[in-house]
């Protein structure tokens, strides 16, 4: 079997592994089960790791060059290593949005927007829960709901900070610090994007504005070309 031939079989399977687990994960956080519950959960949550701990070491396995491709992958060792990342799989659900495109140019840019989209969703989602499980229980902390770490990582993940609710744990400022980056970066790509397609409307608009000027252009040479003939036609007599 090749490396592609794996991928192919394992990207649905991986990516219902990854929701099982953010459901998981989030029952975990906000119910805070015990008993049977709480096991159920856990035995979820490694369920997935060890989906795609195998998954990780097959993909190194069938690689052609694995030290080159563990180089290129190594936020597919994340996903195994930081439990945290394994829902970005879902991520991938958005490139089947590119059969619903009607040209390449705006396949790619739908793409890109449905990505920035579902990061964006989902940066929230995992935040919020990394964020309230690392704060409730602290002293003095002020993020003791998932609504009140929702708006906290709204306001971050947007790089507003209106500094209503802060971090005061090692593990919430460092949840903090890679909100703050991926918002920066998000703003960016979406930024990039909205670029793009202005200055692609604005060479369509000068491409029209050219072919009507060449018409016209066309016209006024043809009229011309009419009057001299008219006017040759006229002295002859």
Not at 88 to 109: D, E, I, K, P
Not at 156 to 163: D, F, L, M, R
Request: aromatic fraction near 8%; avoid cysteine; proline fraction near 3%.
């Amino acid at each position: 079997m090749t490396a592609r031939e794996w991928k192919r079989l394992s990207e649905w399977p991986l990516m219902m592994a990854a929701l099982a687990f953010l459901g998981a994960y989030a029952w975990t956080v906000l119910v805070r089960p015990t008993g049977a519950s709480a096991s159920v959960a856990d035995l979820v949550m490694w369920g997935t790791w060890v989906l795609f701990a195998a998954d990780f070491v097959a993909r190194v396995l069938l690689a052609d060059r694995r030290v080159h491709w563990l180089v290129r992958h190594l936020h597919e060792l994340a996903m195994v290593v930081l439990p945290m990342f394994r829902p970005l799989r879902l991520l991938r659900l958005v490139t089947l949005l590119g059969v619903m495109q009607r040209s390449v140019g705006t396949a790619v840019r739908g793409q890109v927007v449905a990505y920035a989209a579902g990061a964006t969703m989902l940066l929230l989602v995992i935040s919020s829960l990394a964020m309230l499980d690392a704060e409730r229980d602290a002293p003095e902390s002020l993020i003791e709901t998932f609504p009140e770490a929702l708006w906290w990582s709204a306001v971050t993940v947007t790089t507003v900070g209106y500094g209503d609710f802060a971090p005061v744990t090692a593990t919430g400022r460092l949840i903090a610090v890679g909100l703050m980056i991926a918002g920066i970066a998000l703003l960016g790509v979406i930024t990039a994007t909205l670029a793009s397609w202005l200055v692609e409307r604005v060479g369509e608009q000068d491409e029209a504005n050219q072919a009507a000027t060449r018409a016209q252009v066309s016209e006024l040479a043809a009229e011309i070309a009419a009057l001299r003939e008219e006017l040759h036609h006229s002295n002859s007599r």
